[in-house]
């Protein structure tokens, strides 16, 4: 379907040599760009209200990413961890002609972001990453190192995702009776609790576009012998977030090094030290069974992984500011507007 935009939203397809995306615009077509990349089951209508609300001079430019949205769906090879997505992303900037740019991304967006800016670091104005992905992927690791739980990375990758809601997302669930449905996810876990978003049924919408399957959300996976049982596949979004194929530590060492910002929900129970996405913290409070144990699986220290590689950043002659919103969950863009433009303006500014 075609989804309603925001007035002063505009809309276009773009062809480039990879794929064919769906791309959002706002503000004039000569003004500064800033590039917006979406999280995992969703795309880039997340992003109106903050595109409409930039600073005059600046143009914002927000694709669907592949697979997402009203763009081209195209396997994700989780072997190249997210470069799948970043080179597109290089792509659809080439054919704009775009040399110097904005770069803002959230959740795996965020992730996104970060290769691209490894890949690219002469391009990047400035990097905002919001409730970013750690440098060292979702799930299996347990120190602010990366070090994984196991050798074959159990507890990641497209075995992890709840298959009841990735049977009611593929179904086109729109119903909020079920707590796997996509509308009591959005609610219980997008935003801090309950979110409930004024354009919730375009946001439904949204996420109802995403190509499911074992080459795209939430990808394939492998049996394991290690605790919880399942080990990173080969194909699809979550695998290629898995730290099996997704290390963006060398984030540290670019050259050139553009300012970034960070700014993350002080509710967010996504990407957290206590993620409720991340087994090894289900399994400390005894929703998955037969955990082994803070010393051999911990939850996750996402936060502290993405601090330990920008204070390794800062250290190597970049610079970066950290900024929590408080009463915000995983998306503070949409829950706290005005204070998250305020932070966001101040950096492009800059």
């Known amino acids: 379907m075609r989804m309603p935009h925001l007035e002063g ?7 480039t040599p990879r794929l064919t995306f769906h791309v959002l615009f706002a503000g004039p077509p000569d003004g500064e760009p800033v590039v917006f990349l979406h999280g995992n089951v969703s795309s880039a209508t997340f992003w109106e209200e903050t595109m409409l609300a930039l600073p005059p001079g600046f143009r914002a430019i927000a694709p669907d990413l592949r697979g997402y949205g009203e763009s081209e769906r195209r396997p994700v090879d989780a072997t190249h961890g997210l470069r799948d997505f970043s080179d597109d992303v290089h792509a659809l900037v080439e054919t704009m002609g775009l040399a110097r740019f904005h770069l803002v991304g959230h959740s795996m967006g965020g992730g996104i972001a970060m290769q691209y800016a490894i890949d690219h670091p002469e391009r990047i104005l400035s990097l905002t990453l919001v409730d970013p992905l750690s440098p060292f992927g979702f ?10 739980c196991w050798p074959d990375y159990a507890g990641s990758g497209g075995g992890t995702a709840n298959p009841e809601f990735v049977r009611r ?3 086109g ?4 009776e079920s707590d796997f449905s996509p509308r009591r996810v959005l609610r219980a876990f997008y935003g801090k609790a309950p979110f409930l978003h004024p354009r919730e049924d375009i946001l439904v919408e949204s996420m109802l576009c995403t190509a499911v399957g074992e080459e795209n959300y939430p990808g394939d996976f492998q049996s394991s012998a290690n605790w919880p049982g399942v080990a990173p596949g080969t194909r699809g979004v979550n695998n290629a977030m ?14 050139p090094k553009p300012p970034i910002l960070w700014i993350r929900g002080a509710e967010d129970v996504v990407v957290s030290d206590h993620s409720l996405f991340d087994f090894g913290y289900l399994g400390s409070i005894g929703l998955v069974p037969g955990w082994p144990g803070e010393a051999i699986y911990p939850p996750q ?8 590689v920008l204070e390794r950043y800062e250290a190597a002659g970049g610079r970066y500011q950290e900024e929590e919103i408080p009463e915000a969950g995983h998306t503070p863009y949409l829950e706290r507007p005005e204070v998250f433009q305020e932070i966001l ?5 800059r």
């Not at 939203?9 to 062809?15: D, G, L, M």
């Not at 996402?302 to 330990?308: E, L, Y």
Request: net charge positive.
């Open 301 to 308: 220290p996402m936060v502290a992984q993405t601090r330990r």
């Open 9 to 15: 939203i505009r809309c276009e397809q773009i062809h």
């Open 173 to 176: 669930d729109r119903r909020e």
């Open 242 to 255: 898995s730290p099996k194929y997704c290390n963006l530590s060398a984030l540290a060492a670019i050259d």
């Open 345 to 349: 303006h101040a950096c492009l500014r």
């Open 139 to 148: 799930g299996g690791t347990k120190d602010p190192e990366g070090t994984p």
């Open 169 to 171: 997302l593929a179904a």
